[in-house]
């Protein structure tokens, strides 16, 4: 009787938020996971909880080199993956009256590059794995323009297109690829937030979906339903119609700095 070996799984992100929800929900799965974010307590605690289950591998995900390590490190102790989820991320939201190109290059670096050397390190690996399936968090933010989102916005739009191409692109050595794109979550990211989050999730919820949509490998996870019955149709109006939808969700701004 041939027993099937627990899954390996890489996922960034895993200290907060959705991305620690969904280590837990991988983890009562029986799987192997290899756990990723800068700060390290919340993952050991995970190692602890699942013994013999969780690799630990922090670090900062902007740093290439770090990225790299990660990599091979991995590949050192489990030699393949089979599944890779890039959650890791982060929002900034801009200030038009003062913009400010660091917040762009912050937010793009953590969004879609350091996704992007995660790819670099991942591939190698998940080319060994069994049935290999890349996943990556968007957002449906991708949907619409909105004010104040240009940087987070323009990091998950290159993300999406990201993966999308890669689909394509990686059909041919059979590695699927999912893109998520969650609506509101409740987590620290969003608790900073000074705006209504219609229809919001708990990240236990998100998680759960994503988990129990993970496996029929679709090419999009998009949640809550309401909201993306909402959001989507948007999508498809013209620019001008867009534009005048945007308008609305434009709030006083904040005071420009030469009025304080
Ligand atoms: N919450 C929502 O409503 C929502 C909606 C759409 C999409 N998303 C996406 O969902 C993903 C998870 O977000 P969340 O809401 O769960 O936020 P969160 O609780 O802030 O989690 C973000 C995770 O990313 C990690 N991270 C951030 N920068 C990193 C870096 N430079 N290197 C390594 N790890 C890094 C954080 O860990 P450390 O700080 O310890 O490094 C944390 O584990 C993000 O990609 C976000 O854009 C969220």
């Given at each position: 009787?041939?027993?099937t070996p ?6 960034t992100g895993?200290?907060?938020?959705i991305?620690?929800?969904?280590a ?6 029986g799987a ?7 700060t ?18 922090p670090g ?15 590949g050192?102790?489990?030699g393949?993956?089979d599944?890779v989820i ?5 929002c ?15 937010v793009?670096?953590t969004?879609l590059l ?13 080319r060994?794995g ?5 996943v ?12 104040r989102?240009?940087a ?13 191409s890669l689909?394509?692109s990686l059909?041919?050595?059979?590695i ?14 969003t608790e900073r937030n000074?705006?209504?989050m219609?229809l919001?999730?708990?990240?236990d ?9 993970l ?5 999009e996870?998009?949640f809550p339903?309401?909201f993306i ?6 999508s ?10 945007g308008k609305r969700m434009l ?5 420009h700095?030469d009025?304080?």
């Amino acid at each position: 009787m041939s027993l099937t070996p627990p899954r390996r799984y890489w996922l960034t992100g895993a200290s907060s938020g959705i991305g620690a929800a969904l280590a837990v929900e991988l983890l009562n799965s029986g799987a192997h996971v290899a756990l990723s974010s800068r700060t390290k307590g919340p993952l050991e605690a995970l190692a602890h909880r699942y013994p013999g289950q969780v690799l630990v591998v922090p670090g900062d995900l902007t740093n290439s080199q770090t990225v790299r390590e990660i990599g091979e490190h991995i590949g050192v102790v489990w030699g393949s993956l089979d599944t890779v989820i890039l959650n890791a991320g982060t929002c900034e939201y801009v200030d038009a009256r003062q913009f400010d190109a660091s917040i762009v290059e912050h937010v793009v670096r953590t969004n879609l590059l350091a996704s992007s050397y995660c790819i670099e390190a991942a591939l190698p690996l998940l080319r060994k794995g069994h049935t290999p399936h890349l996943v990556g968090v968007a957002s449906a933010v991708t949907y619409l323009p909105m004010p104040r989102a240009e940087a987070y916005g323009a990091s998950k739009a290159g993300l999406r297109y990201l993966f999308e191409s890669l689909r394509i692109s990686l059909s041919p050595e059979n590695i699927d690829v999912t893109v998520i794109s969650p609506g509101f979550v409740d987590t620290p990211l969003t608790e900073r937030n000074d705006f209504p989050m219609p229809l919001s999730w708990s990240a236990d919820k998100a998680a759960r979906h994503i988990f129990a949509k993970l496996d029929k490998r679709p090419l999009e996870i998009a949640f809550p339903a309401m909201f993306i019955a909402t959001l989507w149709p948007l999508s498809k109006l013209p620019n001008r119609a867009q534009l005048i939808i945007g308008k609305r969700m434009l709030r006083s701004p904040p005071p420009h700095k030469d009025d304080l």
